[in-house]
């Protein structure tokens, strides 16, 4: 495996107009069926469940998987920012964010317990994101216009080691770009919409590169006693409770 400051100078050295090459051919267009802002079943990975279109099914939540898409410390200030101003109420971190779930377990009160290295966008009772919604049938984000990366560029990733793969198996690829399940792929995409995308794709490879690099650097294997039991999820600003509260150092 590469070092991951190797792998971020590739990162920075994609080019775009090749990564809008890749995508025009591998071809997409969002249907808006919800299925990469919704939980998911067991056995769909990434997907609404079958027969589900905009992901309204509420029989099926007890079996669904919730939503866990990764979300960058000041992508969860964007789109808090962009909630408030959407609903005119006030939103805190975590009212938009989560501890990302892997390798944390559950304490005694109900709440994670131990360290984990990002993230993930808030979920409601269904699994869902918190900002997805739905009308006349077709899914809709309440903070588009501050969507995270992850979320401007599902379904496609690229192929480098240390950038995160969206939920859903790569099915399609071309180059370093790798597409995941989705139904809107294989359809038809304008040029300008293709380059719009790949500049996003190769923001956000740099920026995820960036922030493991951040989080490697910043690990501070004492904050966990400063937490007190809770939770710590440590990203590229540092140790933080799961409100979002920076664990102060000694
Ligand atoms: S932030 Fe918007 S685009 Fe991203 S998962 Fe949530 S509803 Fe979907």
Request: proline share 6%.
């Amino acid at each position: 495996m590469e070092s991951l400051e190797a792998e971020l100078e590739r990162a920075r050295d994609l080019d775009v107009d090749e990564l809008a090459d890749a995508i025009e051919s591998i071809g997409f267009e969002c249907t808006r069926c919800g299925g990469c802002c919704t939980g998911y079943a067991p056995d769909e990975p990434g997907g609404a469940p079958e027969g589900d279109g905009a992901g309204g099914d509420s029989d099926g939540a007890d079996d669904r998987e919730p939503h866990t898409a990764t979300v960058f410390p000041d992508e969860v200030r964007e789109v808090t920012d962009a909630a408030e101003a959407a609903f005119g109420e006030s939103y805190d971190w975590r009212d938009a964010a989560r501890p990302m779930p892997f390798g944390l377990s559950e304490g005694d009160d109900g709440e994670p317990v131990g360290e984990t290295f990002e993230w993930a966008l808030a979920t409601d009772d269904c699994g869902d994101c918190t900002f997805y919604t739905e009308a006349d049938e077709q899914g809709a984000c309440t903070v588009h216009d501050a969507r995270p990366l992850i979320c401007q560029t599902y379904p496609f990733s690229v192929a480098l080691d240390g950038t995160s793969q969206p939920m859903g198996e790569a099915v399609d690829g071309e180059g370093v770009v790798r597409a995941h399940e989705c139904e809107g792929l294989g359809r038809d995409i304008s040029r300008e919409d293709a380059v719009e995308l790949a500049a996003a794709l190769k923001e956000r490879a740099v920026r995820e590169l960036e922030e493991a690099i951040g989080v490697r650097d910043g690990y501070d294997p004492t904050a966990a006693e400063r937490a007190d039991g809770d939770v710590v999820v440590f990203d590229s600003e540092g140790p933080k409770a799961a409100d979002g509260t920076p664990i102060d150092g000694n």
